[in-house]
């Protein structure tokens, strides 16, 4: 907590200290009092809109995880859904969801689906990726010894391999928890009327950047509190975890 607070206090004096030396006019990079002048003064609105970005990243986060690990079961399951989905998955990988989200607002409406459904293809990469990746990485020798021993291959996926993955799922998590609000934000630039990403659009053809930069440390403060929450939560969940092990 203290070293948090002391990076934010470098992070202000750093940002000060650029705009005094700069003389950069506000409507182009606001001080760090003009923001927090925009803050209190837009308390309500901004909390009010902050409330929808962080339901749409909650729920973005659960369809996501939910379809990355079903994805990835599937994938250590099947050698016919390796072979065929596994190259589409990547594939996938190489097209922006800036692109896709204008066919998510067609498909889905101006609602919060398709800003629930940008989060989730953020965050589906990273968690079929790494547990998939877990699930490949289960030890011969274990996996050979089970075998011997007259498991079944689905009692080996849950008393074996689903273990040993649960590492490189939480690594996966961890990167996902940090990256979610992106898809919220920008299922909310390209059609919404309530939101943080919003909040920025309106603000930004106001030229009221002071707002802008408010709702953008809203939005990392998100993002911290969502990598802090879940990192706690897969350390106690996981507490064969290397990460955990090295503290």
Known sequence: MIRAVIIAMGFVAAWYALVTATGVPHYILPGPARVAAAFADNAGFIAE????????????????????????????????????????I????????????PLLVLWLGYGIASKIAAAALII????????????????AGFLDLARTMGATKPLILLRLRFPAALPALASGIRVAAAIAPI??????????????????LQSNAQMRVDLVFAALIVLAA????????????????????????DR
Do not use: H
Not at 49 to 64: C, D, H, P, R, Y
Not at 91 to 100: D, G, H
Not at 222 to 245: G, H, N, S
């Open 49 to 88: 809109n902050a409330a929808i970005t962080f339901l749409e990243i909650v729920l973005g986060m659960l369809v996501g995880l939910l379809a990355g690990l079903s994805c990835a079961l599937a994938l250590a399951m099947s050698r016919l859904l390796r072979v065929w989905m596994l190259p589409l």
């Open 90 to 101: 990547v594939a996938s990988q190489a097209i922006p969801v800036f692109a896709i989200a």
């Open 124 to 139: 589906f990469f990273p968690v079929a990726s790494a547990f998939y990746d877990g699930l490949a990485r289960t030890n």
């Open 183 to 200: 898809g919220a934000v920008i299922g909310e630039w390209v059609g919404a009327s309530a939101g943080l990403g919003f909040v920025m």
């Open 222 to 245: 998100f993002a911290l509190i969502f990598y802090a929450a879940i990192d706690r939560l897969m350390t106690a969940l996981v507490p064969w975890d290397p990460k955990r092990i």
